[in-house]
């Protein structure tokens, strides 16, 4: 069970002329979540804001330039380099002016090649449709009955246009599509042009001319337009040329460039949050407790001049305090069975140990066979070889439906050996209870983990009173260890007698709550009715959570029947197919139930006693896109 | 296989479900005097995430909070359901881009703007940036990436040439919707008609809607209603637009759609009756769905629906306490039952 670090609230004082090397040791470190705090008089500086948005700037125009020339090499940051925003733009303005004049002149030929060729072939599709008239294209541009339009609109528009022209007649006749572009012609009687036009308007039609290049008889101008459409394709095969020439000479510049400057965006960016007063900026965040000696010596052998530090212990009721969790190696693969459902929060631990160990004990349960947990395993390491994550879980499901394997004695099916437990078939009463025992089990630490919870929290209604605090935890007793010893003979009656006690104490859990806390609490009369239902609710879920573990010992049933149903029917000549097949299922099947059944209880019934999942992430100011703790689970 | 898919979605949303306000909360809530106050109860409650320092209620965290639980639903579902949901969820994503083009064609308060933005969690774009990007070409340039630019791209040069954000957000919505249509139409068995009664349903009254505000509102042509707005949207398709472009009366198509419209409304308040009784229709669907078993579309969605009406009353209460109006007139203009009203 893993605790978040401790964080603590750090506010640095930074003097403006230390401003950059300490935002830059910093962001160096990962070690500070930086917060949006703005005291009493303080103010952003308007003038990081300008810089934060002239890198951003800079770093766009980069990446336009690199993606032109279609350069991917992206070498990683030098690591000691000197970064000071305030500085570096107007050498990366110089540097950049340089090298988009450099690429300008081949840039401003290719657009205005590709706009030549555009123009070009769309004037061919318009000439194509004329060639069966025998008149000059330049008799057509000056029609007196007809409004005739040709022009480009979203494909996609072309059927409404035509709906929305349902009031007059008219023609519409697509020409040509490209890349969702269609090249239409339009066309109705002179009366009817203006509704004609705002129909075309309303779906985006850009109205074109024919390229002046165009006279004469149409085969005559269609031939003319090809002419000139090739002599375009041979400038755009020389500009391809030039483009090679282009990357070879300017892409490590351009590399070197792209990487400071979107560090100095980083850190631009930073600061511009910063407010500041006079000339001192207030740096304020969250660092882990055992990483503040380190920022503590960053800072000040970053700094020139002295940095005041204040550092406040965090108050989780009164702010939002990330969470850090820094899990084990081994222990990663398995995270996203957690945050799936949610990220710890501050106050909360971390149950990413217990619901592996869990979930692998309930998975192995309801899948133990040696041959399927084997083939399990086997898929897994597959899927890990190719980059999966999620191989290592399937893996490790698939050596605790091994280990059960043994423990049942089976194989593919097959009793292969004496069972070093039992059969589920044979002792299913045995396997059952046993599945609800280890339920209660779950829950109760589930049960633990709220206490925990609730004691870290300082939430003593929820330590003490409420159904998964002391109140609930001796009330789930009383029902079931007092239950089950009065029937055995083993406790008197009298003990039974607690029941209505500890009921009623939940019932009155929040005008109890506000009595001896203060704390907020509806109206008496309201708090009796909803906690009358809630009591309800309770006792009947304490039940029903824990006979839900009863379908551990269903599904290993389940699974043995299923399993020996497939080596039946895998004789005669046949025989290895359907042995073949029915494993196949089995073990695709039956391995995908168990896992969401594994995971039903682990979020509802197991994460319902204590975990809320809602913290927030400790994403620390980095250079890195990333950086040392951006993943989802938040863990290094 | 869905099945197992939604066996697990149903484990979200069941252990989910108990973090939505209840009826006594919500008559609690009605009943409290002041914002203050309001804030102070809300802080105790399953939304105290959203609520500040001084009390004040954030609600587009809230909103960010049903985009962040939709995407967590989507993770689970099978891949027919999850592309549809998921598309479904990016109307977050649209929003905030369209405040965006609206902060940038108007040259809102930049920190403002930033600060309305609805917070999404994993998202493709740094939206500040698109806030500071000075232009609209220049938005739409960092968005190239994206699915939006080839609409918004489409309608630049008539935005160009008329200065009307209009064109760029009608864009963005008719490429939203008509995907969503496509994706609705393409899911079969029970899945096919949970999309149908929950999100068909929805589109077809927003189309409704659309048609009689260009009416009402833009004084808009019938080439323009049927441009602008949907021509597959379930039971108000391009039939229905073409009637209410050609002047058909709204408590006619409001009857159509099986909304019963008090009488002598004007249109401008007859819209407003209509959009309010379609959002309680859509909480009643999702609360009787809520309570059965949860193994297909319709029970993902009715969660996601419970959250946003819950918003959507938040969003009431705090303007409603904000301007003084008492508990029972703030009732009357939610969509859920509470003491003070019957739904």
New interface residues.
């Given amino acids: 069970m893993l605790a978040p670090e401790r964080m603590l609230e750090t506010n640095l004082f930074v003097l403006e002329p230390d401003l950059e090397l300490v935002t830059a040791a910093l962001a160096r470190m990962e070690a500070l979540h930086l917060e949006d705090v703005v005291p009493e008089g303080w103010t952003p500086s308007p003038e990081w804001t300008e810089l934060a948005?002239r890198y951003?700037s800079i770093t766009?125009r980069l990446g336009e330039i690199l993606n032109l020339l279609a350069s991917k090499s992206m070498p990683g940051l030098e690591p000691d380099i000197d970064l000071r925003p305030t500085r570096d733009w107007r050498d990366m303005e110089s540097r950049l002016i340089a090298l988009e004049t450099g690429v300008q002149s081949w840039q401003n030929r290719l657009k205005e090649a590709k706009q030549e060729l555009e123009r070009l072939q769309l004037g061919e599709s318009q000439v194509q449709l004329l060639l069966p008239l025998d008149v000059p294209v330049e008799d057509l541009r000056g029609l007196k009955y007809q409004t005739v339009t040709v022009g480009i609109?979203?494909a996609?528009?072309v059927?409404?246009?035509a709906?929305?022209?349902?009031?007059i007649p008219f023609i519409l006749i697509p020409l040509q599509t490209t890349k969702?572009?269609t090249l239409a012609l339009a066309a109705s009687s002179t009366d009817n042009a203006a509704?004609l036009e705002?129909?075309l308007?309303?779906?985006?039609f850009?109205p074109i001319t024919l390229p002046p290049e165009a006279l004469g008889q149409p085969a005559e101008a269609l031939a003319a337009l090809k002419r000139k459409a090739q002599e375009i394709h041979d400038r755009l095969e020389a500009l391809d040329r030039e483009r090679e020439k282009l990357v070879s000479e300017l892409s490590p510049e351009l590399n070197r460039l792209w990487l400071r400057a979107n560090a100095d965006a980083r850190l631009a960016e930073a600061i511009r949050r910063f407010p500041k007063h006079g000339e001192v900026f207030l740096i304020s965040g969250w660092v882990p407790a055992s990483d503040l000696d380190e920022l503590k010596k960053a800072v000040e052998s970053a700094a020139g001049h002295p940095v005041a530090m204040e550092v406040l212990k965090p108050d989780p009721h009164?702010q939002?305090v990330p969470s850090l969790v820094r899990s084990p190696r081994w222990l990663r693969p398995f995270e996203d069975l957690v945050t799936?459902?949610?990220l710890s929060s501050y106050e909360e631990l971390d149950p990413t140990l217990i619901v592996t160990v869990s979930f692998l004990i309930m998975y192995g349960m309801m899948f133990g066979d040696l041959g399927h947990g084997l083939l399990l395993l086997l898929t897994g390491l597959w899927l890990r070889q190719r980059g999966l994550l999620l191989g290592v879980l399937v893996a490790a499901s698939g050596v605790s439906g091994m280990v059960f394997g043994l423990l049942y004695g089976a194989a593919f099916g097959h009793q292969i050996m004496r069972a070093a437990w039992l059969q589920p078939l044979e002792g299913i009463w045995t396997v059952l209870i046993a599945a609800v025992a280890g339920g209660i089990v779950l829950l109760n630490i589930g049960f633990a983990l709220n206490l925990v919870n609730a004691w870290r929290s300082k939430d003593w209604p929820r330590l003490f009173l409420e159904k998964n605090g002391v109140v609930g935890i001796a009330l789930y007793w009383t029902l079931l260890g007092g239950g089950l010893g009065v029937g055995f003979g083993i406790l008197p009656k009298s003990v039974l007698l607690l029941i209505p006690v500890l009921c009623v104490l939940l019932w009155m859990h929040e005008p109890l709550a506000k009595w001896i806390w203060h704390h907020?609490s509806?109206?008496i009369g309201?708090a009796l009715?909803?906690g009358f239902f809630e009591l309800f609710e309770t006792v009947t879920g304490y039940a029903s959570n824990s006979l839900s573990f009863i379908r551990l010992g269903a599904f290993a049933v389940a699974h043995e029947g299923l399993s020996g149903l497939v080596v039946s029917y895998s004789g005669g000549r046949w025989g290895w197919l359907v042995f073949l097949l029915g494993t196949i299922l089995v073990v695709g099947f039956e391995g995908?139930?168990v896992g969401?059944?594994a995971?039903?209880l682990e979020?509802?019934e197991f994460?319902?006693r204590f975990f809320q999942g809602?913290g927030q992430p400790f994403v620390p100011l980095s250079l890195r896109t990333g950086g040392r703790h951006a993943i989802v689970g938040v863990r290094a | 296989m869905s099945l197992f898919s939604y066996a697990a979605a149903q484990g979200n949303i069941r252990a989910r479900l108990s973090r939505l306000l209840n009826r006594p909360t919500w008559d609690h809530l009605l009943e409290v005097n002041t914002p203050a106050e309001l804030g102070q109860f809300l802080a105790r409650t399953s939304v105290a995430v959203a609520v500040a320092s001084d009390g004040r209620l954030h609600l587009q965290a809230l909103r960010g909070e049903v985009a962040a639980a939709a995407g967590t639903l989507v993770r689970f579902l099978p891949r027919g359901s999850r592309e549809l949901l998921a598309w479904y969820n990016r109307r977050f994503e649209i929003e905030n881009l369209k405040t965006v083009l609206r902060a940038v064609h108007y040259g809102l308060d930049r920190p403002r703007t930033v600060g309305s933005l609805i917070p999404l969690g994993s998202t493709r774009w740094r939206w500040d940036a698109l806030v500071e990007a000075g232009s609209i070409p220049a938005v739409i340039e960092q968005i190239r990436d994206s699915p939006y630019a080839r609409p918004l791209e489409n309608a630049m040069e008539r935005y160009q040439h008329e200065r009307r954000l209009f064109y760029l957000e009608i864009a963005v919505d008719l490429f939203y919707f008509q995907r969503l249509v496509r994706l609705i139409e393409s899911q079969s068995g029970k899945d096919g008609a949970d999309a149908r009664r929950f999100l068909g349903r929805w589109i077809a009254v927003q189309n409704v809607v659309w048609a009689y505000r260009y009416r009402i509102y833009g004084r808009m042509t019938p080439e323009e209603i049927i441009n602008y707005t949907l021509h597959r949207a379930f039971s108000a398709g391009l039939d229905t637009v073409r009637r209410v472009a050609l002047g058909s009366p709204l408590a006619i198509e409001a009857e159509r759609l099986g909304f019963r419209l008090s009488p002598g409304l004007s249109e401008v308040k007859a819209l407003t009756e209509i959009e309010i009784l379609a959002e309680r229709e859509r909480f009643q669907l999702a609360s009787s769905m809520i309570g059965r078993p949860l193994f297909h579309l319709g029970g993902a969605l009715a969660y996601i629906w419970l959250l946003e009406a819950e918003v959507r009353d938040l969003i009431v209460l705090v303007e409603g306490k904000t301007i003084g109006l008492r508990g029972a007139e703030i009732a009357s203009r939610l969509v859920r039952a509470t003491g003070m009203r019957a739904a």
């Fill in positions: 948005n951003s766009l609109m979203p996609e528009n059927p409404r246009v709906e929305a022209l349902f009031q969702d572009r509704i705002r129909a308007k309303s779906a985006f850009e009164r939002s799936t459902f949610g907020p509806a109206s309201e009715v909803t995908v139930i969401i059944q995971l039903r979020y509802y994460f319902g809602r």
